[in-house]
């Protein structure tokens, strides 16, 4: 009775010994799995390429503004404005006669300068009192009929009328069908994006797997076949003389990041 006993307490003993080498054992495999799992996972996270994707699209403006700035000077107030109003008929005869309807012309507002009132005793007198300013803009999708107009402003000069020429305020033509052209300009993109990282996988003995990160990229208009362009600053980008040119070129540039996959 004793011996049986002890034969029992011995295999008890034994069991609880081969247990927890068995907890530890499989907690080594599945300790060993995870961490092959990481590295797997870190090399393919180290393996991807990033590739761009270039789409222009030739487009003509929808929108010609064109503000027509002139004023007279002089030291009687009365003459002075008469002499305003002249040019203002003038000018919108001109642009009648140029077919531009009444409906897309905008008067200004007339405003006189009194170059005295400010110069409390100074000695550099201005060589006249009074001057006043006025401008007509001209606005509308009839970007043709602008153009043409345009050509024929020296008839004005002609007549006396100085236009202003001041930086960043003459004749621009603008394009506002953006967002209608956007989609598929930013699908093409993406797709061209994609077969180049197809090349690119191709020639390293690889295949492209899924999208680690895209970029959209910014729009630019430019000039139409203008070089190049930042694109930087914001969603859109714009070349300084796109504004100077009927016919402009949109382009995006996509960057997307593939991985790569054996």
Not at 40 to 57: A, I, S
Not at 60 to 65: F, P
Not at 76 to 95: C, G, M, N, R
């Amino acid at each position: 009775m004793q011996a049986a006993g002890s034969d029992m307490n011995g295999t008890q003993a034994n069991r609880a010994a081969v247990l927890p080498a068995l907890l530890i054992a499989v907690g080594l495999i599945a300790g060993g799995w995870m961490l092959g799992a990481q590295i797997k996972e870190t090399r393919l996270g180290d393996r991807y390429v990033t590739v761009k994707g270039l789409v222009e699209r030739n487009v003509k403006s929808d929108l010609a503004i064109w503000p027509l700035s002139y004023k007279e000077a002089g030291d009687d107030l009365a003459s002075v404005y008469a002499k305003t109003e002249a040019d203002k008929k003038a000018i919108l005869q001109f642009l009648d006669q140029q077919g531009i309807q009444a409906s897309e012309i905008e008067l200004g507002v007339v405003r006189v300068v009194d170059t005295q009132a400010n110069e409390y005793g100074s000695g550099n007198r201005a060589p006249h009192r009074y001057i006043v300013e006025q401008q007509i803009t001209v606005s509308t999708p009839r970007v043709d009929q602008v153009a043409a107009a345009a050509q024929k402003s020296m008839q004005l000069l002609q007549k006396g009328i100085v236009l202003n020429s001041n930086p960043g305020q003459g004749l621009a033509y603008k394009f506002t069908e953006l967002n209608a052209i956007k989609p598929d300009m930013i699908t093409e993109a993406t797709r061209n994006a994609r077969a180049a990282a197809d090349r690119f996988a191709k020639d390293s003995g690889s295949k492209v797997g899924s999208i680690r990160q895209a970029n959209q990229g910014v729009f630019s208009i430019l000039a139409a076949n203008q070089g190049s362009s930042t694109g930087e600053g914001g969603e859109y980008g714009y070349g300084n003389s796109a504004d100077a040119s009927v016919v402009k070129t949109v382009r995006v540039v996509t960057s997307v990041q593939y991985y790569l996959e054996k």
